[in-house]
Each structure stands twice: as C-alpha cells, then as structure tokens.
C-alpha cells in the first residue's frame, strides 16, 4: 500500500503532500532522496522509512537527530524504531507525517461530462466538524515593515517559535499560517481558551526581555462548525471561521451600543458562544470575560455578541475609535 507523507515546513508556514508506492523512503538533503530536505541540519541520508511486517521500521543515520511524537514531547530516535501510522518525525524545522495513503475507490464510468460545466461537491464529503477556532494577528506588521523589512521577518519568526509549541501542546487540530499571524482549531474549548492565554503569557514575557520591538497582537476565539477542504493542501473554510477573522479585527464602530469599551490591540475577543463554553473555566482560572456588545461584522448577516477576555496583561489604551462616532468634521 503507497504512503501519504505530509510535510510542514515551520518557518514559512508551507504544507506540501506527496504519494509514494514504494516499501522504502529515503528523507533528506541528497538530490536523490524520495523527500528532499535542504537545509545544513539535515544528514544527506538522515533517515530510512522502511515497511516490515505489521507495522515501519525508522532508520535513523543522521548527525543532528530525527525526533518521533510521543504524547506532548519530541523524543529523539536512536537507531532504529518500529512504530504504526500513523505518525510523525521532526526534521529540523520540518515535520514529517506519515501515514497509509487511502484504498482508491472504484467508480463506475459515467456518461461524457462537458468540462466547463461548474461541479458541485457534496457537502457530506467535505468533512464538517464543530471545533474551537482562534484566529491571532500580528498587528502593524504592514507599518513595521515598510519601516524594517528584517524586524518585520524577525518579529513574525518569534511569533512562531512561541506560539506553535503552545498549540502543540494543547493538541491543535489544525494549523495554518496567515502570512501576519495564524488560524489555529481545537477540538476543545477549554484547549483553545488555555492555548490563547498562555501564547499571549509568553509573547507578553518576551516582549519585557528584548531591546526589540514588542509583538502588538489581538487575539480572536469562536465556536462552531469548520469545513475541511483539500484544495492546494489541507484547509479549513466555513461561516464560523470568517466570524473569527471579522471578530479579531472588530473595533467599536461596528457596535450599535458599546457597553464594555476594550483595546485596539493586545487584547483577547471571543464570541458569546465561546463565553458560554467556556464561562466555568474562566472563573476557575480567575479571568474575566466581559460583554462588549453585539457587533455587525462585515459579511456577517446576524450580529454578534463579543466578550473581552481580561487577563493581568489587559491594557487602559482602550479603542478610542468610539469617540469620532460622535466627533465633529474636521473642515
């Protein structure tokens, strides 16, 4: 049976799959590896994937190491391991899932199909799930970099050195880059609430220990139904997902009453369908979960009610965009 290998690269945020139908794989920086890794941390041969009898063989030749998941931890192969996909290795800032591609499914031939008739998929076969979804943003980012293309690279490197063990550890189902931030879902509330709060604990850590510029970011977290799309690699899409991205932007003009004003910036959002999940877990963690108002968000027919998750880093620059509701022209 051929292999599915799905490989991440955790610098740029790319997802690349490929097939292979062969019993033996070869991962690294030779041109003739079956997956090519370049990169000065990866062996020419750094390891062999080979299929034995009920289960692979894991062929570790590399200088700098090939590590295997287990639970939350990376743990470094010494040798050989036999383990059963699926599953993954990290190769340095790659990771690499492996896993037995699907049986083909047989169809039966049908009648000529003109090819520029439009073709709608099913939705039944596009995988719904109701998960928890957290959007961040890495605010001024655009700003940062016309003024300093490098800082700009640097800040958005740090920002996924931070988060992305975090969300690792709170077991994200998906992951997806957005260039100025990322689209993160769980399928836990409480996960994804824990997730948002500790990421914002260590950028907030970070930001009081460097000569550099601070990371600014808002935070956006919702709950309902995502849909699984492979399109290019695998996505994630839906009415749910873009009431996340619109809630992590939102700023008080798009409310018809502000009942709680809240920052611009450096900020936890939810929706009040996340706050319901989740209102138990925040008082027993000691936060504070607000109501801002019901907010019409651009593309979004029903308005939607926002909560502002304090926590000890909430800031008093609150959104003073309210204030021109009402201010006069300037002529």
């Known amino acids: 049976m051929p292999w599915n290998i799905r490989i991440k690269d955790h610098e740029s945020g790319t997802v690349t799959e490929q097939t292979v139908d062969q019993p033996t794989v070869h991962i690294g920086r030779d041109p003739n590896s079956d997956v090519l890794l370049k990169h000065d941390r990866v062996s020419r041969r750094h390891v062999e994937i080979r299929k034995i009898d009920g289960g692979v063989s894991v062929v570790d030749s590399s200088s700098n190491g090939t590590f295997m998941r287990k639970a939350r931890a990376w743990i470094r192969i010494?040798?050989?391991?036999?383990?059963?996909?699926?599953?993954?290795?990290?190769i340095a800032h790659w990771t690499v899932k492996i896993e037995d591609a699907p049986a083909p499914v047989a169809v039966e031939e049908e009648a000529e199909q003109a090819w520029d008739e439009s073709i709608m998929i099913p939705a039944a076969s596009l995988g719904r799930r109701t998960e928890a979804i957290l959007v961040f943003d890495l605010c001024e980012s655009s700003l940062i970099a016309s003024n300093d293309?490098?800082?700009a690279y640097h800040l958005k490197q740090r920002l996924t050195q931070i988060a992305e063990p975090v969300l690792d550890e709170y077991e994200r189902r998906f992951f997806k880059s957005t260039g100025d931030g990322f689209l993160a879902t769980f399928d836990d509330t409480d996960k994804a609430l824990n997730a948002a709060i500790k990421v914002e604990d260590h950028i907030q850590y970070r930001n009081q220990r460097t000569s550099n510029l601070p990371i600014h970011y808002r935070i956006a977290l919702h709950y309902g139904d995502v849909w699984a799309i492979s399109a290019g690699g695998e996505?994630?899409?839906?009415?749910?997902?873009?009431?996340?991205?619109?809630?992590?932007?939102?700023?008080?003009?798009?409310?018809?009453?502000?009942?709680e004003l809240f920052p611009k910036r450096d900020r936890i959002l939810c929706s009040?369908?996340?706050?319901?999940?989740?209102?138990?877990?925040?008082?027993?963690?000691?936060?504070?979960?607000?109501?801002?108002?019901?907010?019409?968000?651009?593309?979004?027919?029903?308005?939607?009610?926002?909560?502002?998750l304090k926590t000890k880093y909430s800031i008093v620059d609150l959104d003073s965009t309210l204030a021109l509701r009402s201010a006069p022209v300037p002529r």
């Open 235 to 259: 996505d994630v899409h839906g009415h749910d997902v873009n009431v996340t991205f619109r809630i992590e932007g939102v700023q008080s003009p798009a409310f018809t009453e502000v009942i």
């Open 149 to 151: 293309d490098h800082m």
């Open 272 to 308: 009040g369908r996340f706050q319901h999940a989740v209102q138990d877990t925040v008082e027993r963690l000691s936060q504070e979960c607000v109501h801002c108002g019901a907010a019409t968000l651009k593309g979004i027919t029903d308005p939607v009610d926002i909560f502002w």
């Open 78 to 90: 010494e040798g050989t391991a036999e383990l059963s996909p699926p599953f993954i290795l990290r």
